[in-house]
């Protein structure tokens, strides 16, 4: 009886070792996938931002929102921000995969969007999705065309900063793609209640 109790005994550790094993694996697989998205959604590269009524050149890991930054051709959009000065012509296609790492045919076409500077709501305007979309640039596009306004003194397009890293629309779809929505199905309920019968004829045997 007692040499019973003891293989029962050493078969809860041995279980309880593979379970406390079974979780540190996949902490760890959780942390690298979150290290991994921090990576993929920020772009880390030199821009220029309006800070205490002065220009400089800082990383965009830098940046927070509210931040003015100056939008240039040939350079991608690094956080999601919305245009208060001048107009753009971003494309939304190639620039937004690229910083996925995902490939595109090679005859895929682009996708080239002109974004308006957003303008002071009158009281006949009523705000939408839509209206919101012709004014946001999003992370990861690159950005084909700049037009400055006609009234701007030293010609640069500027945008303001809305959301950074993982926050903005790019952080989000990373974010989906490796940490999906669990499924449910209609048996999951099921289960459970399959479990505790189970368990009660256990007990009762």
Same mark, same amino acid.
């Given at each position: 009886?007692?040499?019973?109790?003891?293989?029962?005994?050493?078969? !809860?550790?041995?279980?309880?070792?593979?379970?406390?094993?079974?979780?540190?694996?996949?902490?760890?697989?959780?942390?690298?996938?979150?290290?991994?998205?921090?990576?993929?959604?920020?772009?880390?590269?030199?821009?220029?931002?309006?800070?205490?009524?002065?220009?400089?050149?800082?990383?965009?890991?830098?940046?927070?929102?509210?931040?003015?930054?100056?939008?240039?051709?040939?350079?991608?959009?690094?956080?999601?921000?919305?245009?208060?000065?001048?107009?753009?012509?971003?494309?939304?296609?190639? !620039?937004?995969?690229?910083?996925?790492?995902?490939?595109?045919?090679?005859?895929?076409?682009?996708?080239?969007?002109?974004?308006?500077?957003?303008?002071?709501?009158?009281?006949?305007?009523?705000?939408?999705?839509?209206?919101?979309?012709?004014?946001?640039?999003?992370?990861?596009?690159?950005?084909?065309?700049?037009?400055?306004?006609?009234?701007?003194?030293? !010609?640069?397009?500027?945008?303001?900063?809305?959301?950074?890293?993982?926050?903005?629309?790019? !952080?989000?779809?990373?974010?989906?793609?490796?940490?999906?929505?669990?499924?449910?199905?209609?048996?999951?309920?099921?289960?459970?209640?399959?479990?505790?019968?189970?368990?009660?004829?256990?007990?009762?045997?």
């Amino acid at each position: 009886m007692l040499s019973s109790v003891q293989n029962y005994f050493y078969i !809860g550790l041995v279980d309880l070792g593979v379970i406390l094993v079974s979780a540190i694996i996949k902490v760890s697989i959780r942390l690298r996938s979150e290290r991994r998205i921090k990576r993929m959604a920020e772009h880390r590269a030199l821009c220029r931002l309006l800070r205490d009524g002065t220009w400089r050149e800082m990383s965009t890991a830098e940046l927070v929102e509210g931040d003015i930054i100056e939008v240039v051709v040939g350079e991608s959009v690094p956080v999601d921000a919305v245009l208060v000065t001048g107009d753009v012509v971003v494309d939304e296609k190639h !620039g937004f995969w690229s910083y996925l790492t995902i490939s595109l045919p090679t005859h895929s076409p682009s996708r080239p969007i002109r974004k308006f500077s957003v303008k002071p709501l009158t009281p006949t305007d009523e705000p939408s999705s839509h209206l919101a979309k012709t004014h946001t640039l999003f992370a990861g596009t690159a950005v084909s065309q700049t037009m400055p306004a006609p009234d701007s003194a030293d !010609g640069r397009v500027r945008a303001l900063v809305l959301r950074t890293g993982t926050r903005t629309e790019r !952080g989000a779809l990373v974010t989906r793609i490796l940490f999906p929505s669990p499924v449910a199905f209609v048996f999951d309920e099921q289960l459970r209640v399959a479990f505790l019968m189970l368990a009660a004829e256990a007990v009762v045997m």
